[in-house]
């Protein structure tokens, strides 16, 4: 199968997702942790009604799915299969649709889909993925991460080389993170993986839960060709309480500017809030009944309250003022 003929067997879906043909006529598709990457597959014929989705030699593990059915899903593996999926590739070709959820840089790789009854029968199409926060080639990238998170970044080289070094800063003394003649190599939050082939390819850096110590500048060496990135890493509790849709990052917060306009008006409703209650105690005890106090003597004295009402009395009124005084006296006293 020539690479004109490969480029038609595989159809990206997902438009976030870049792709390119290696050396060996393989399209490789690139994409970011945690998004979904669909491919479909389209076939010359029908094969066989086995459906077989895999990574690498598909055996073992890396046999993701094997089915009879149309549809299938397995974990964050998926397939799909039409009989006419494709209608301008050899008039209308079979086409089996793969996809993988959520990935993570530890599904990079080569992948195989394929068609048929027995593993003798069976015609493949094979692709690879390439999983990293970006492809880092002549350009200098900087990151911006959450303490926490993980950082990937494929190195690409168009040179091959034996000696594989990720460094912070110059590649000298301790500043060395990995080194390694082999394909991969690991030290604590730090990994390294070759997909490099003879011709160039791409070299895999991870650090594993940043903290705001990893900021700075890193390099990934493939002998003496490198490539540079930096990074800045802060703290989970200062991003959340930042909102990109606001100036300032705040979502719903109060500058230093508006705390002393804030603090008047809340003195100022406490005041008006007193005043009313004070008024409203004031009035209540103006309407209450009658109040018992005591004489000089210590006995109980009820202290009598008049309504406007008995001053319009005819009889009342017909009183001399002296006489009105005697009988407020008398009342008071009979009662």
Known sequence: MSVHQTLLCCFLLSLQVGNSTTDDGVV?????????????????????????????????????????????????????????????????????????????????????????????????????????????????????????????????????????????????????LLQTDGDTAQSGRYYIENKAKASGGHLIVTIKHLTESDSGRYRCYLDKSSREFTVTVTSSETSSQKNPGTPGGT???????????????TLGVTVVLLAAALLVSCRRRSLEGPRSRRNP???????????NSSSQDPTYQSLSPATRDQNQIYSALTH
């Open 251 to 265: 979502c719903g917060g109060t500058s230093n500017h508006d705390v002393p306009l804030i603090v008047g008006l």
């Open 297 to 307: 003597d210590g006995a109980n004295m009820e202290e009598v309250v008049y309504e």
């Open 28 to 176: 490789q598709f690139y994409s970011k942790p945690g998004e979904i990457l669909s491919v479909r597959n389209a076939f010359s014929r029908l094969y066989g009604s086995q459906k077989i989705f895999c990574r690498e030699n598909c055996e073992g593990e890396n046999l993701l799915i094997s089915t009879s059915q149309k549809t299938a899903q397995r974990g964050r593996y998926g397939t799909e299969y039409k009989e006419d999926g494709f209608q301008d590739y050899n008039q209308g070709s079979p086409v089996l649709s793969v996809s993988i959820l959520n990935l993570t840089p530890s599904d990079s790789g080569l992948y195989r889909c394929g068609l048929g009854n027995s593993s003798s029968t069976t015609e493949y199409r094979q692709f690879r993925v390439l999983v990293a926060d970006a492809v880092l080639k002549e350009t200098k990238v900087h990151f911006s991460k959450t303490a926490g998170s993980s950082l990937t970044v494929a190195c690409s080289f168009n040179v091959s080389g034996k000696t594989k070094s990720f460094c912070r800063g110059e590649c000298d003394g301790n500043k060395i």
